[in-house]
């Protein structure tokens, strides 16, 4: 409940008249999930620092201490630690004089001193620099060293630049050899035994593999997994029924799916009504009386020089049929996408203009668009994956492995950790620590450019201290995607905090008038669906 006192009413002065209902919401809403959706120059810091302040002045329990506040950058979290130590600062010395009890009791007296003193113990910092005062704080609980450092960007690339030269002599057991155990160096010399991993240098080069082993160290351990876990998934490879290719063929099918719906439906319709028109363009093209159409040639697979209207007439004639058919199975749309990209072209006839007319784009531009999609699109969702793909998967995600565990080995030989394993190991200790830190609240900024990881972490720790969850984020905003930051994360909880009416959205800008807005949002619509 809140409190008034001599001084007047403290919430009064938090919140002053004319507060947008968006920000005066997100200040005083105590559900135990809140997310807050929260645009550039919507007020996102002052509603943090006003909340941490409510939270305090609401609460008699609570010092600065219970209430965990995480960001993501350094320059955030200063600013955020000033931005909130003023505010509060500020209220206490407006109305802590005349703080009285409501029912007289002396022992229900705000210890205002212990207010202050507990800004001295804040946990106010980035998500790393969290993780890595948990771990120091694990005593021997973890088997790493508390006082390891972070690895540095030379450090990194010395051991990945070592990877590459080691794929280019084959040499992979003098790369492991200082890092691991037998089994380590039984696991490199079946690798530089296998005639598959050959092929693949030769067709990809020792650079190619190399990053291969790079990017998917660094994506899986941002989705909590681990060497361990490629390697079974590299003997599940090779099995005929693997089902994580099966998995991963469904995923990619209902990924593609939308894009081949739209270019059955689109040129569907297209083939119908200028069906007339193609056949005389070609007529015109084959006699030689096209007047620019002739001259306006194009290479296809073959490296042939090929008109665009013979090209589209082509495409005609052989699906004008199958584009009749009334429910075409998945294949089939899959197929025609293909041809589409294989063969459509455009040209300089009046014929291209007019479909120009109706795409809203030259059919040129249409086809390169989808270009990013056409290589997943030959594989067919149906077939199983040849002998000869499932030895190459296996070898490259044992390769991948491989390095990945030498990397482990180097970090702790060296006492290093990298980003990702501050956040592994803080993770663990959240597990293995029986007490509890305190936090009642855990306030997070950014939450867009959280990676499952972190993600993981932070729902450890609030299910652990039974503390309510704060997320503040703009999916617009997010810069973190090349560090495997996913996007989904904060819409999911979005939709899990809209069931209970707890999805607040910052809608008044402090920043931009309201006739830029309007356009620039109109815009970026189509961008940010």
Known sequence: MERRTAMGNWTTELLPEGTPPGQRRAVTCDDDLITVGAGAGTGKTWVLS??????????????????LTLTFTEAAAREMQERIRKRTFDLMARFSPGD?????????RRDWQALRDGFDETWISTIHSFAARLIRESGLSLDIDPRSSIVSAPQEEAFWGALERALESMELRVFVGSHGGRRLLDAARHLEEDPVLTAALEKWSPATLRDLARNVTELHASLGHSWETIREWADEAEREDDPRAKSMAGSVTELLRPHWNEAWQLWRTLFQDFRDDIVEAREKAMKGTGRNSVNSVSLNSSGKRKNPVISLAELLD?????????????????????????NLTGGNARLFGALRDRLGETVTEWRDERKQWRSLSEFSPDAPLSGEERRLRAALMRLSALAWETWDGMKRRRGLL???DMIHFAARSIEANDEAKGFLHVLIDEFQDTDPLQNSMIRALQAKEHAKLFLVGDPKQAIYRFRHADLTLFADTVLESRLSGSDIALNVSFRTRESLLRPINSLFARVWR
Request: proline content about 7%.
């Open 50 to 67: 006003a909340r941490f302040a409510r939270l305090l002045f609401s609460d008699r329990e609570c010092l600065p201490q219970n209430i």
């Open 100 to 108: 009285e009890p409501e029912d007289g009791k002396q022992e229900n």
């Open 318 to 342: 052989r699906w004008i049929g199958p584009l009749a058919e009334e429910f075409p199975d998945v294949d089939l749309k899959r197929r025609f996408f293909l041809d589409l990209c294989e």
């Open 418 to 420: 990298s980003f990702t």
